[in-house]
């Protein structure tokens, strides 16, 4: 009872905070939902099967074009996430909720699926990414979906005064030099920071290494699609698989 009443507390947090808000965060969060219904639509309507690294409630599963017979979801458990997929999709017996934390336990039964999903999570793995993407391009028949923040340019400078503005707490911390840099777009002059946080984070180096698995079809950014991946928030990037990839080992 009360690790059940302790996920609803989660729930509510994690969910309020970032979707149901009906402001601007809510609809830059929801944007990524949406791209994920449209490209998923567009490259893979009839998907029957589905991997998740990042899962935490499923709310994936919402936004695709039709209800997976099969959906695998992973995730490291934060905000007891786990215990709230498990209890919105109970009645889905072939849908699974599965602790990770490094990439060996992704997947390790080495079953395959139609598309794979990433949303919000490599940005949150450092030193980790390559063996995540080599274990997803290993489980993925057809296409992947992944989105990532932007955290350089004048995007990153936006959100941290955006921060400010707002008086909300900075779960990064920058020296002046880093500042900068970030700005600059010279990421490898940015001390990428423990899990949890975003700093130092950059697409275009994730890029490369989803090249080496994946062909990357589409990169583009949201909300404001009709401006250019570097002017927006999130990067949604399209990948299709390999006929000959790089296995995880």
Not at 61 to 90: H, R, V
Not at 106 to 112: A, K, Y
Not at 226 to 239: C, Q, R
């Amino acid at each position: 009872m009360k690790e059940a009443a302790t996920a609803l507390v989660f729930e509510h947090s994690y969910n309020e905070r970032l979707f149901r808000n009906k402001g601007l965060i809510s609809k830059v969060h929801f944007s990524r939902y949406y791209w994920l219904k449209e490209k998923v639509s567009k490259y893979c309507p009839d998907v029957n099967s589905v991997i998740e690294l990042g899962c935490y409630d499923g709310k994936a599963l919402d936004f695709l074009p039709k209800k997976p017979a099969t959906y695998s979801g992973y995730d490291a458990n934060w905000e007891d996430s786990l215990a709230i997929a498990e209890k919105k999709w109970q009645r889905e017996k072939n849908f699974h909720f599965i602790f990770c934390d490094n990439p060996q336990q992704l997947n390790p039964n080495g079953d395959t699926f139609d598309i794979s999903i990433c949303m919000e999570t490599l940005e949150h793995v450092p030193g980790m990414e390559q063996g995540y993407i080599a274990r997803l391009a290993a489980a993925t028949k057809k296409y992947a979906f992944i989105t990532v923040p932007n955290e350089k340019g004048i995007i990153f400078v936006l959100k941290h005064l955006s921060k400010k503005i707002l008086n909300k707490p900075e779960s990064d911390r920058y020296t002046f030099k880093e500042f900068f840099n970030a700005f600059l777009g010279r990421m490898d002059k940015v001390k990428r920071s423990e899990i949890c946080s975003h700093k130092g984070f950059d697409y275009d180096q994730l890029l490369k290494t989803l090249s080496l698995y994946f062909d990357i079809i589409e990169v583009k950014g949201m909300p404001l699609k009709f401006l250019p991946a570097s002017l927006n928030y999130t990067i949604g990037i399209v990948l299709k698989k390999k006929k000959a990839n790089l296995l995880a080992k």
